[in-house]
């Protein structure tokens, strides 16, 4: 069975640019995650997804983040314009019971 | 804030020796998980823990919870090199949606 694939795994910015991450959950589940995950911290969870609707996006910084999933199946993050505090990993994970599955993450530098 | 806190921070042991690390949380809970999360690399699911069930067991690996106290603890037994990890309690309160602590980091000295 694939695993969560994320893409880019790293990346590097400069303040007041944009970005984006992708992710292609494990097929067949419904709920997806965006968790971003600070150095040395565990990881905070951004938006949840149930399907292609939102379940969960108290902790989205929305004047900059924005996400989405399309026809329920792979998702978006984006961040715009990037600030020097975004630089973090950015985790997708998918879950169809209580345990989640979690990608390798997108290492983001803002510079 | 429903974060759980796991302590300690760091641990270091030897290889073969047992290591114990604990967290504790701050509201009602579904179910209680830890995950491993090797240097550069995501996380992984270990165990979950329902709020009905006080021991569970897989492999090297014992997880006990006390919902009155609000705390659970992971006990890895005979640790290994690869062991080396930062371990993270993950609190479910419902819908599925996890809360993560700070994380243990363990270091595996051979």
């Known amino acids: 069975e694939a695993g969560v694939a994320q893409s880019p795994r790293y990346k590097i910015i400069e303040k007041r640019q944009s970005v984006a991450f992708w992710c292609n959950p494990i097929?067949?589940?419904?709920?997806l995650y965006w968790y971003q995950q600070i150095l040395g911290q565990g990881p905070k969870l951004l938006i949840q997804f149930q399907n292609n609707g939102v379940v969960d996006d108290s902790q989205l910084p929305k004047d900059r983040f924005s996400a989405e999933r399309l026809k329920g199946v792979d998702s978006t993050l984006k961040i715009q314009p990037a600030k020097l505090e975004d630089s973090a990993v950015y985790l997708c994970?998918?879950?169809?019971?209580?345990?989640?599955?979690f990608g390798p993450g997108t290492r983001l530098t803002v510079l | 804030s429903q974060q759980g806190e796991e302590d300690p921070q760091a641990l270091s042991i030897q290889e073969g020796e047992n290591a114990t690390m604990n967290c504790s949380y701050k509201?009602?809970?579904?179910?209680l998980q830890w995950y491993r999360q090797n240097s550069g690399r995501g996380l992984v699911h270990l165990i979950l823990?329902?709020?009905?069930?006080r021991e569970k067991h897989s492999g090297r690996l014992r997880v006990t919870l006390d919902t009155s106290k609000k705390s659970s603890s992971l006990l890895i037994t005979a640790s290994r090199a690869a062991d080396t990890a930062s371990y993270f309690c993950a609190t479910d309160w419902g819908a599925q949606k996890l809360v993560f602590g700070q994380g243990t980091r363990l270091t595996i000295n051979p």
């Open positions: 097929s067949g589940h419904a709920t």
């Open positions: 994970a998918s879950s169809q019971g209580p345990s989640s599955f």
């Open positions: 509201t009602s809970i579904n179910n």
């Open positions: 823990i329902r709020s009905n069930e």
